[in-house]
């Protein structure tokens, strides 16, 4: 398959590095993820199959990119569910769309502009797409995530406390064990340097330590002598409480999400190359993973929770407004939090096999297809025997950020995050509507062409399926 290259408005010189690699080919796969706690995606696939070659890597990016002009062809609206094989190029679909984006652009500035913003008419107007040129996704998704409340006036209040609340979980939980204990020692004279000072206190700590010309430690400065080290401070301490003990045990996790991080959209210049703006955004999605783990012990990371945070982080990052744009980071580990909140029982193996576990969500999902769909949900399951884990289970826990390029995957993104009732029922029926649009294909096919479809979902109309999903809860409601 030919790739097509990355939407230029993707990669602009405002963050692009000129010296920066070529775009890796798929030939060009990353090393297999490790067999590590976070990695659960090959427990799914099936346990013999044909497609000896198929890549199943959660990081390579394998459908093909739109150019920009056609990215959201708006469909002609249809009362009829049918499969959908080709695109719509047509010049009055474009302009069409361009009108569309236009007003709706208008009208989304209209409702940010108020008081006190209408979350039920600003997830309406999201849900039908939010257009890329208005530089408002950013404050839209925090609105649709709760993380900004509606009322306006006390945006500024709540926007500090959580930056603030998030500048005290990076000194707290991202500070090496050596240089915390250090400052439990010398708090005489560490209290008042900042974080960013670090350097110079581990150098000043090092000369306390190792005086020079003969001198003396005096009494209440430097480091403590071994017998009045705490016990919980002890490298050596295997106590739970002790730091050196759970930095060992995170230290596993944090390679794994470096690991993660740097296979995280190699096409994009803003995810990956030299540039400075590169690091420091890859640096961005390492802290927030870090934090989450620490924070949440019962799920830690999972393999592919860079893939979901790295759409929060573009848009926000990319916010016009200065200050939410030098915040993003901040702003990003909360939103992520939320949206996680809605799905992390799909990322607990001890709860896979639960009713709110990701074989639950699954079977949802099958229910679905044999509600609106029995002749191809029999198909796929009885006839061909393609056990839907095989596809959807990647489909569920990254959001379909793996089945479409990165400007098709936010636009899905608006509709998932518009849905009152949290992003899962969206996403099951997004889902769902991707299997009608290809059913075609899937009857004619067998167990290998279909699972091997489903496992690379061919280049689609986003409109159109988003169209399609909606249609499917319209016709659950009767």
Same mark, same amino acid.
């Given at each position: 398959?030919?790739?097509?290259?990355?939407?230029?408005?993707?990669?602009?010189?405002?963050?692009?590095?000129?010296?920066?690699?070529?775009?890796?080919?798929?030939?060009?796969?990353?090393?297999?993820?490790?067999?590590?706690?976070?990695?659960?995606?090959?427990?799914?696939?099936?346990?013999?199959?044909?497609?000896?070659?198929?890549?199943?890597?959660?990081?390579?990016?394998?459908?093909?990119?739109?150019?920009?002009?056609?990215?959201?062809?708006?469909?002609?609206?249809?009362?009829?569910?049918?499969?959908?094989?080709?695109?719509?190029?047509?010049?009055?679909?474009?302009?069409?769309?361009?009108?569309?984006?236009?007003?709706?652009?208008?009208?989304?500035?209209?409702?940010?502009?108020?008081?006190?913003?209408?979350?039920?008419?600003?997830?309406?107007?999201?849900?039908?797409?939010?257009?890329?040129?208005?530089?408002?996704?950013?404050?839209?998704?925090?609105?649709?995530?709760?993380?900004?409340?509606?009322?306006?006036?006390?945006?500024?209040?709540?926007?500090?406390?959580?930056?603030?609340?998030?500048?005290?979980?990076?000194?707290?939980?991202?500070?090496?064990?050596?240089?915390?204990?250090?400052?439990?020692?010398?708090?005489?004279?560490?209290?008042?340097?900042?974080?960013?000072?670090?350097?110079?206190?581990?150098?000043?700590?090092?000369?306390?330590?190792?005086?020079?010309?003969?001198?003396?430690?005096?009494?209440?400065?430097?480091?403590?002598?071994?017998?009045?080290?705490?016990?919980?401070?002890?490298?050596?301490?295997?106590?739970?409480?002790?730091?050196?003990?759970?930095?060992?045990?995170?230290?596993?996790?944090?390679?794994?999400?470096?690991?993660?991080?740097?296979?995280?959209?190699?096409?994009?210049?803003?995810?990956?190359?030299?540039?400075?703006?590169?690091?420091?955004?890859?640096?961005?999605?390492?802290?927030?993973?870090?934090?989450?783990?620490?924070?949440?012990?019962?799920?830690?990371?999972?393999?592919?929770?860079?893939?979901?945070?790295?759409?929060?982080?573009?848009?926000?990052?990319?916010?016009?407004?200065?200050?939410?744009?030098?915040?993003?980071?901040?702003?990003?580990?909360?939103?992520?939090?939320?949206?996680?909140?809605?799905?992390?029982?799909?990322?607990?193996?001890?709860?896979?096999?639960?009713?709110?576990?990701?074989?639950?969500?699954?079977?949802?999902?099958?229910?679905?297809?044999?509600?609106?769909?029995?002749?191809?949900?029999?198909?796929?399951?009885?006839?061909?025997?393609?056990?839907?884990?095989?596809?959807?289970?990647?489909?569920?826990?990254?959001?379909?950020?793996?089945?479409?390029?990165?400007? &098709?995957?936010?636009?899905?993104?608006?509709? $998932?995050? /518009?849905? @009152?009732?949290?992003?899962?029922?969206? =996403? !099951?029926? #997004?889902?769902?509507?991707?299997?009608?649009?290809?059913?075609?294909?899937?009857?004619?096919? &067998?167990?290998?062409?279909?699972?091997?479809? $489903?496992? /690379?979902? @061919?280049?689609?109309?986003?409109?159109? =399926? !988003?169209? #399609?999903?909606?249609?499917?809860?319209?016709?659950?409601?009767?």
């Amino acid at each position: 398959m030919v790739k097509k290259r990355v939407p230029d408005w993707l990669n602009s010189p405002m963050w692009s590095s000129p010296t920066s690699p070529p775009p890796k080919s798929r030939s060009q796969s990353p090393p297999p993820p490790s067999s590590s706690n976070g990695d659960r995606i090959g427990s799914y696939l099936p346990k013999s199959s044909s497609i000896a070659s198929y890549d199943y890597s959660l990081n390579e990016p394998h459908v093909t990119l739109p150019p920009p002009a056609s990215i959201r062809p708006v469909p002609t609206p249809r009362t009829e569910i049918r499969d959908s094989s080709t695109r719509s190029s047509s010049s009055d679909n474009d302009i069409t769309s361009s009108i569309d984006d236009v007003s709706r652009q208008a009208e989304l500035l209209q409702e940010l502009s108020r008081k006190i913003v209408n979350i039920g008419e600003l997830r309406r107007l999201a849900s039908l797409g939010i257009p890329d040129a208005a530089g408002i996704r950013s404050s839209v998704w925090k609105l649709l995530l709760a993380y900004l409340p509606s009322d306006k006036g006390i945006w500024l209040s709540e926007l500090t406390k959580k930056r603030s609340q998030y500048k005290h979980f990076k000194e707290d939980l991202l500070m090496n064990p050596a240089f915390k204990a250090a400052c439990v020692c010398t708090n005489s004279w560490i209290l008042n340097v900042s974080v960013a000072s670090q350097s110079e206190i581990t150098r000043k700590l090092e000369d306390s330590a190792y005086p020079k010309n003969g001198d003396q430690i005096s009494e209440g400065k430097g480091l403590l002598a071994r017998s009045k080290i705490p016990h919980g401070e002890h490298p050596l301490s295997l106590g739970k409480t002790s730091i050196w003990n759970r930095f060992f045990q995170d230290s596993e996790i944090i390679e794994q999400i470096d690991r993660d991080v740097k296979r995280t959209h190699p096409d994009m210049h803003f995810f990956s190359g030299n540039s400075a703006s590169a690091k420091a955004n890859q640096e961005s999605l390492k802290n927030i993973l870090i934090i989450y783990a620490k924070l949440n012990p019962g799920i830690r990371y999972v393999q592919g929770m860079n893939e979901i945070l790295a759409p929060l982080f573009y848009v926000l990052k990319n916010d016009p407004n200065e200050d939410y744009a030098v915040n993003a980071e901040a702003d990003t580990f909360f939103c992520f939090v939320e949206l996680l909140s809605g799905f992390q029982d799909n990322f607990c193996q001890q709860l896979d096999n639960s009713i709110v576990g990701i074989r639950s969500t699954i079977s949802k999902l099958s229910q679905l297809l044999k509600k609106h769909d029995e002749e191809l949900w029999r198909h796929l399951e009885v006839t061909t025997k393609v056990n839907p884990q095989f596809y959807a289970f990647r489909w569920i826990t990254l959001l379909l950020t793996q089945e479409f390029n990165f400007a &098709d995957s936010l636009h899905i993104w608006d509709a $998932l995050l /518009s849905d @009152p009732e949290g992003p899962q029922g969206t =996403l !099951l029926r #997004v889902c769902c509507a991707m299997l009608i649009l290809v059913r075609r294909r899937l009857l004619a096919g &067998d167990f290998t062409a279909n699972l091997k479809l $489903l496992q /690379s979902y @061919p280049s689609t109309n986003v409109s159109h =399926l !988003l169209y #399609v999903a909606n249609k499917l809860s319209s016709h659950s409601t009767h």
